[in-house]
C-alpha cells in the first residue's frame, strides 16, 4: 500500500526537486525564504534537558523519523501557480549543492513536566536555516514539540533519488485556536476493535488533534468489562467485542504518548439500558417497549432499542456511582463526559417511581424530573476529584424536557441548530464543545437503518417525492452528507460578540455508528475529520481575511495520501485526475468566489 502510494505519487510529478510542500494543518504563520532544499541526513533528537517526560518526546521522534524514513515521502498533490496564492519556494540548483546538510534536530522544551489536560500550552516555533545545519524547535511542552515533529515529518521528502530533503530557509510560529479538537467513535451501537480505535488516534496525532471522545457504550451494547458488575458485558455483542481494563487503558496510554486526550462518556440517564439491565432491571425504564415511531405519540425512543435509567429509583444512582468511579479509576483525563442528551418522557411511562413522582405533586414538570437527574447525579460525577470537568450534551439546558438550572462550569456540546443553539449557550454563560449536526456530523446521508420502512416503496422519483426519496432526507435524520467544504466553511463563532466567543473552547466531529465498524470507520472518518483539524488550528482564512477553502484543496489531497501512507484508511475524495490536476475540478474558475 504504502510503496504503491509513493510511486503513483512519483508518477504525478515530472522532476521531483519542484516539489512543494503544504503541511496540513497549514501553521499559523509559515514564511518561507528561497534558497532551497538542503540535504537531510539522518536525524538525531537533541534535547537540552532531561528528565520530565523526555522518554515520550524521544518516542514521538522515533515514530515521526520512521515515517520520514520509510515513506521517503513525495508531495501527492501539489499547489498549482495561480496567482492568488503565495507560491512556495523554489531553489537553484547551485545553492543547494553548496548546501550544509542537516543532521540534528535540537528541542528546547521549557516545561517538560507539563501534563497533558485541557488548555495545555501546545506551541512550538520550528526553524530551518542552511547556516545551522540543525532543525531548531522551541516549545513550551513536550505536547507543542510533538506537534511540531508532525509539521517536520511533511516537510522532509524524498529528493528522488534516494536521499531526504527540506525546503529552507524556512520559519514557523504555531499554536492553536483552540485547545479542544477532536472527533468522536461511537462503540456502542457497533463495536470498533481497539486496533481501528487506534488508527483514528494516529489521524488525531497526524493532524494536531487532541480530543478522542469515547462514546463507549448506549442503549444497544456495553462493551465494557467491569468489575464491579462483571454481569454488564452480557450486553456485549460477544466475548470477543469487548474492552477489558487493559484494552482500554492500552488506547489511553496510546492516546497520550501522541498527544491525544481521551474524554470517555457514558450516556446517562437517555440511550441507557445495555449493561445497566443487567445489574438490576429496575434501574431501567421502558426497556421492552416498542419504541414507535410508526406511532410517535406512544415513541420511547428515537432510535431502538429503547431505555433510560429511572431517574426516581433510587438504586440507580447507586449503580451510576460504581460504574463512575470505576471508569473514572481508568479514564485519568480530568474531563469526564456524561451523555443527557435526548430524553423521552414517554420512556417514563413505564416506570412506576416516575410515575409516583409525578402523582405526589401534579405541578411537576419533565424539566422538574431532569432537575432532579443534575440535582442527584452531578453531585457523584464531581465526588473524583477537585479537578473534574463534567461535560454533557447541550440537551440537558436547551431541549423541550431541559433541566431548569444546569450549574454553569458544566460544558456543553452543541450539536444542534447550528449558529442558534452556539449563541444561546455562550450568551448564557456555558463554554461549548461545537459539533454542530447540520456542519460537523460525519455519518449524515446515508439514509436510514431502520428495516421495514415502506417510505423507500415509492416508484416514482422525481416527482410527488420532494420530500423523502428525492431532495428530502431519505431516512438520515441529518441529511445530507457533510462534505470536507462544508466542514471546513463553517464559520461557528458569527455574531457572537467577544465574550461568547471566549467561550468556544473547539469543535469536534462525532462519527455516530449505527452503519459503521471496523470496515468503514477510518474512510468516514478522514480526511474529513482533518478539515476540522485545520479549521480549529488556523481557521479558515488566509491573512487578508479571505476563506482559504480553494487554497486547502491539495493540502488535504495531499494529506489524504499521507493519512494513507501511515496506515489510517482515508477515503478518496476526488478522481486521482483531479489531484493530479491542481484546481481543474473546481466549480468555480475564480479563485475568490468562496469569501
Ligand atoms: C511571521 O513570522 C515572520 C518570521 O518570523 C515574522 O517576521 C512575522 O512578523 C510573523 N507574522 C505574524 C503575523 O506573526
Ligand atoms: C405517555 O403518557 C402520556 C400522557 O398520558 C401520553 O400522551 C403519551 O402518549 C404516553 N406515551 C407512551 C409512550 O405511552
Ligand atoms: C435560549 O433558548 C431558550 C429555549 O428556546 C430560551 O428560553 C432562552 O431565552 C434562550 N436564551 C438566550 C440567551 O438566547
Ligand atoms: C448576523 O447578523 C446580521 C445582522 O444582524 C444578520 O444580517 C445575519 O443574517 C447574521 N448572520 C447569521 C449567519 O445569522
Ligand atoms: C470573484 O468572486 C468574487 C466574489 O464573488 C468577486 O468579488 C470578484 O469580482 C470575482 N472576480 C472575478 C475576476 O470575477
Known amino acids: 500500500m504504502k510503496f504503491s502510494t509513493v510511486l503513483g505519487a512519483l508518477a504525478a510529478l515530472t522532476t521531483v526537486s519542484a516539489v512543494k510542500v503544504n503541511p496540513l494543518p497549514a501553521p499559523r504563520n509559515i514564511t518561507w525564504g528561497n534558497s532551497g532544499a538542503i540535504p537531510v541526513k539522518q536525524l538525531k533528537l537533541r534535547t537540552d534537558s532531561q528528565g520530565g517526560q523526555h522518554a515520550t518526546l524521544n518516542l514521538a521522534w522515533e515514530r515521526a523519523w520512521d515515517s520520514i524514513i520509510t515513506l521517503q515521502w513525495v508531495p501527492a498533490a501539489i499547489e498549482a501557480p495561480i496567482p492568488h496564492f503565495q507560491p512556495f519556494p523554489t531553489g537553484s540548483a547551485t545553492k543547494r549543492a553548496a548546501a550544509k546538510a542537516i543532521h540534528n534536530v535540537q528541542v528546547t522544551v521549557v516545561d517538560p513536566n507539563a501534563d497533558l489536560q485541557h488548555g495545555v500550552d501546545e506551541s512550538y516555533t520550528l526553524e530551518v536555516t542552511d547556516s545551522d545545519g540543525y532543525v531548531e524547535i522551541h516549545a513550551q ?27 529552507q530557509p524556512v520559519t514557523i510560529q504555531d499554536a492553536p485556536l483552540y485547545p479542544y479538537r477532536g472527533i468522536m467513535v461511537d462503540t456502542g451501537r457497533n463495536f470498533i476493535s481497539v486496533r481501528k480505535i487506534l488508527e483514528q ?40 467485542e ?23 462518556e457514558v450516556d446517562m440517564p437517555g440511550h441507557s439500558v445495555s449493561g445497566w439491565q443487567q445489574v438490576d432491571p429496575e434501574i431501567v425504564a421502558c426497556a421492552n417497549s416498542w419504541w414507535s415511531n410508526d406511532n410517535w405519540p406512544l415513541h420511547t ?36 463526559h456524561v451523555g443527557a442528551d435526548e430524553i423521552q418522557p414517554g420512556c417514563y411511562n413505564f416506570s412506576s417511581h416516575v410515575q409516583d413522582w409525578f402523582a405526589e405533586d401534579p405541578s411537576r414538570t419533565y424539566n422538574d424530573l431532569a432537575q432532579y437527574w443534575v440535582d ?12 473534574r470537568r463534567i461535560m454533557m450534551w447541550e440537551d440537558i439546558a436547551l431541549s423541550a424536557e431541559a433541566a431548569n438550572d444546569v450549574p454553569k462550569d458544566i460544558v456543553l456540546q452543541s450539536w444542534n441548530n447550528g449558529l442558534g443553539n452556539i449563541a444561546n449557550l455562550t450568551a448564557r454563560g456555558y463554554d461549548v464543545v461545537v459539533s454542530s449536526s447540520d456542519f460537523m456530523y460525519l455519518d449524515c446521508g446515508k439514509g436510514g437503518f431502520v428495516t421495514n420502512d415502506p417510505r423507500y416503496d415509492v416508484m416514482s422519483n422525481p416527482s410527488g417525492d420532494v420530500t423523502f426519496n428525492y431532495q428530502g432526507a431519505g431516512g438520515s435524520w441529518c441529511a445530507p452528507y457533510k462534505t470536507w467544504q462544508r466542514i471546513y466553511d463553517y464559520d461557528f463563532t458569527t455574531n457572537l460578540t467577544d465574550t461568547q466567543k471566549k467561550h468556544i ?16 470507520i477510518s474512510n468516514e472518518m478522514w480526511p474529513r ?24 484543496t491539495q493540502r488535504l489531497l495531499n494529506f489524504r495520501e499521507y493519512l494513507v501512507a501511515n496506515n489510517v484508511m482515508a477515503g478518496m475524495l476526488v478522481s486521482k485526475y483531479c489531484l493530479q490536476h491542481p484546481h481543474a475540478c473546481d466549480f468555480y474558475y475564480n479563485q475568490t468566489v468562496i469569501t
Open 141 to 167: 511542552t513536550i505536547w507543542g514539540a510533538m506537534h511540531a515533529f508532525t509539521t517536520l515529518q511533511q516537510l522532509i521528502i524524498s529528493d528522488g533519488q534516494g536521499g531526504l530533503i527540506i525546503e
Open 201 to 240: 488516534i494516529d489521524g488525531l496525532a497526524l493532524s494536531k488533534m487532541n480530543v478522542l471522545h469515547w462514546h463507549l457504550d448506549d442503549a444497544q451494547s456495553w462493551p465494557m468489562q467491569m468489575r464491579t458488575y462483571p454481569e454488564m458485558t452480557k450486553d456485549a455483542y460477544s466475548a470477543r
Open 242 to 264: 469487548q474492552y477489558s481494563r487493559s484494552d482500554m487503558l492500552r488506547v489511553i496510554a496510546y492516546a497520550r504518548s501522541r498527544g491525544v486526550r481521551v474524554i470517555p
Open 301 to 336: 425512543a428515537v432510535e431502538p432499542n429503547p431505555g433510560q435509567l429511572d431517574i426516581i429509583y433510587p438504586k440507580t444512582y447507586e449503580v451510576v456511582k460504581n460504574v463512575y468511579s470505576e471508569l473514572s479509576d481508568i479514564f485519568q483525563d480530568n474531563w469526564f
Open 376 to 387: 442527584h447525579a452531578v453531585p457523584i460525577f464531581r465526588s473524583s476529584g477537585s479537578n
Open 505 to 520: 473552547l473547539g469543535a469536534e466531529s462525532p462519527l455516530w455508528s449505527e452503519q459503521v465498524d471496523d470496515v468503514s
Open 529 to 552: 475529520a482533518a478539515a476540522l483539524a485545520e479549521l480549529v488550528w488556523s481557521g479558515n482564512r488566509d491573512k487578508n481575511g479571505q476563506k482559504r477553502t480553494t487554497e486547502l
